[in-house]
Each structure stands twice: as structure tokens, then as C-alpha cells.
């Protein structure tokens, strides 16, 4: 009788441990679901932010040809104006 209780004692201790182990595994592995949530986000944060930097230095260049092209019009006029002047 005292074997069958402490055999009774130690199956419980035993499913009290291993029910422990599985929540705390359980919990483990909704902390890392979140930790990888939460990096998805900063992932798609710096995503956005990389394209948008991207999109404001391609606009900044074109913008810089189209002054680059002005100005080259400019010099073409008046070197076309000084060359039809000496004509």
C-alpha cells in the first residue's frame, strides 16, 4: 500500500513537471512568435523607408538633369548668339 501511494505521489510529481515543461515551452514559443511579429514589422518599416529614400534620390537626379539640361540650352544660345554676332 505505501509503494502504490508513493509510486500514486511520484506519477503526480512527474505530470506536474511535465505539465510545467509544456507551458513553459508554450510560452517560449509564443514569446519567439511574437519577438519574429515584431521583427516582420521593423523588417517591412525599413522596407518602405528604403524605397522611399530610394524614390527621393532618383527624383532629386532627374531633377538635377533637368537644371543640368537648362543650363546646357543656356550656353548653347548665347554660344549661338556670340557665333551668329562675329558672322
Do not use: G
Not at 523607408?49 to 537626379?61: F, G, H, L, V
Request: net charge negative.
Amino acid at each position: 500500500m505505501a509503494q502504490a501511494t508513493q509510486m500514486a505521489a511520484l506519477f503526480q510529481s512527474n505530470a506536474m513537471v511535465a505539465q510545467a515543461q509544456l507551458q513553459a515551452s508554450t510560452q517560449m514559443y509564443q514569446a519567439n512568435l511574437m519577438y519574429m511579429q515584431q521583427l516582420d514589422a521593423v523588417d517591412v518599416k525599413r522596407d518602405i523607408a528604403m524605397a522611399d529614400i530610394d524614390y527621393k534620390r532618383e527624383k532629386s537626379e532627374f531633377r538635377h538633369d533637368e537644371a543640368m539640361k537648362a543650363l546646357d540650352n543656356e550656353e548653347m544660345e548665347i554660344l549661338l548668339e556670340a557665333n551668329e554676332a562675329n558672322i
